[in-house]
């Protein structure tokens, strides 16, 4: 995702209206890397800025997706996911507190064999465990 300075200009040669709230999602998303839901980023939003509606923050998550600044993912979870990283990389999905985080994986060798003329443009992998925090949390095996 390329900065909020940049998401301004971005949006702006595009004719799309460039709001303070707009503004306010860009800056929440920003640096963001634990994959949240327009629900999260609405309620960090709205914490400083009670005028802003669900409605803002999923129409510009969506357009931010269109614009391909940003990724939605649906990893097993009710609700999507958007991910300010948009190189190719995959995801540890923890089974106990749901934490998403990134990780770089060759998965190239998911590409050989019969793909029967399949164009394979991307691959997503999700691996499932648990993560450090809930590892160190759980009781000793004893
Ligand atoms: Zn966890
Ligand atoms: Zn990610």
Same mark, same amino acid.
């Given at each position: 995702?390329?900065?909020?300075?940049?998401?301004?200009?971005?949006?702006?040669?595009?004719?799309?209206?460039?709001?303070?709230?707009?503004?306010?999602?860009?800056?929440?998303?920003?640096?963001?890397?634990?994959?949240?839901?327009?629900?999260?980023? *609405?309620?960090?939003?709205?914490?400083?800025?009670?005028?802003?509606?669900?409605?803002?923050? *999923?129409?510009?998550?969506?357009?931010?997706?269109?614009?391909?600044?940003?990724?939605?993912?649906?990893?097993?979870?009710?609700?999507?996911?958007? &991910?300010?990283?948009?190189?190719?990389?995959?995801?540890?999905?923890? &089974?106990?507190?749901?934490?998403?985080? &990134?990780? *770089?994986?060759?998965?190239?060798?998911?590409?050989?064999?019969?793909?029967?003329?399949?164009?394979?443009?991307?691959?997503?992998?999700?691996?499932?465990?648990?993560?450090?925090?809930?590892?160190?949390?759980?009781?000793?095996?004893?």
């Amino acid at each position: 995702m390329q900065s909020p300075t940049e998401l301004v200009a971005l949006f702006r040669r595009k004719g799309l209206k460039v709001t303070p709230q707009r503004v306010a999602i860009f800056e929440a998303l920003q640096g963001d890397t634990g994959h949240p839901t327009a629900v999260t980023i *609405y309620d960090r939003v709205a914490a400083g800025m009670p005028s802003i509606s669900l409605r803002t923050v *999923y129409q510009t998550l969506n357009d931010l997706a269109a614009m391909g600044e940003i990724q939605c993912h649906t990893i097993g979870t009710a609700a999507i996911r958007f &991910d300010a990283n948009v190189d190719d990389h995959q995801h540890l999905v923890c &089974d106990g507190c749901g934490a998403i985080a &990134d990780t *770089y994986l060759d998965v190239s060798c998911l590409r050989q064999g019969e793909l029967a003329g399949f164009d394979v443009a991307r691959t997503t992998v999700v691996l499932h465990g648990t993560c450090r925090r809930c590892a160190e949390a759980a009781p000793d095996p004893q």
